[in-house]
């Protein structure tokens, strides 16, 4: 949660857009694709509650700490409300309780909607493909040409190495194009080849 505050803040303080993944909703409503997961429900920030799928207007809204000291909004429903549901297996497991949400402070919340939202388009997939090719040139840098450590003092010196980093890189480049030389594989752990072998 730490991270999404910060790239928050980032984006808002620097005008940049920062273009990654967020975790999905782990919740067994997402899950199940037929409940009623936090993206159902309207929240009202101003008047401090939420609208449920069915119409329901929640009954308190709290501060509250998560298991990691994060802050967090519990927002609650009313039970009778929640007991006469005809959706109510959609909703909540609780045999008598009324659905409970938790939610993350608002700049936080609304910006894991936006990404959660936005992952889904084929402008973010076709924009984040892109990455694909950067990662790989700063893995060849990191691996093979030492990029991640500075080898002499200062910001110049720092910076003509990385651009004889970047050239040699081009050289080699070029070497394994002329000499036919294949794309290496993407790398696959031994679990992962372990359990690929064993399924097939
Ligand atoms: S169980 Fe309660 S919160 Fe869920 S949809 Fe029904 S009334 Fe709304």
Redesign the pocket.
């Known amino acids: 949660m730490l991270m999404l505050n910060t790239c928050s803040k980032r984006e808002t303080q620097l005008g940049i857009e920062l273009l990654g993944p967020v975790p999905p909703d782990s919740s067994w409503q997402e899950k199940a694709k037929l409940g ?1 997961e936090l993206s159902c429900f309207t929240v009202d920030w101003d008047h401090r509650h939420a609208t ?3 119409g ?1 207007i929640s009954k308190s809204w709290h501060q509250r700490s998560d298991n990691y000291g994060n802050p967090v909004i519990q927002v609650r ?1 009313r039970r009778p ?2 007991a006469a ?1 005809p ?2 297996s959609q ?2 497991h609780s045999p008598a309780q ?2 409970v949400l938790t939610l993350k402070p608002q700049p936080l919340y609304e910006a894991l909607a936006k990404g959660r939202a936005r992952q889904h388009t084929l402008d973010f997939k076709q924009r984040y493909a892109l990455r694909a090719g950067v990662e790989s040139s700063l893995s060849q840098g990191i691996r093979v040409f030492g990029l991640r450590d500075a080898r002499y003092m200062g910001l110049a010196k720092t910076r003509l190495q990385h651009i004889m980093t970047a050239a040699a890189m081009n050289l080699s480049r070029m070497w394994a194009f002329w000499r036919n030389i294949p794309i290496g594989l993407t790398r696959v752990s031994r679990f992962s080849a372990l359990f690929t072998s064993a399924l097939s």
Do not use: G, H, L, N
Request: proline share 7%.
């Open positions: 009623f449920c799928p069915q329901r429903f409300d929640c549901c959706v109510r909703c909540t009324a659905r």
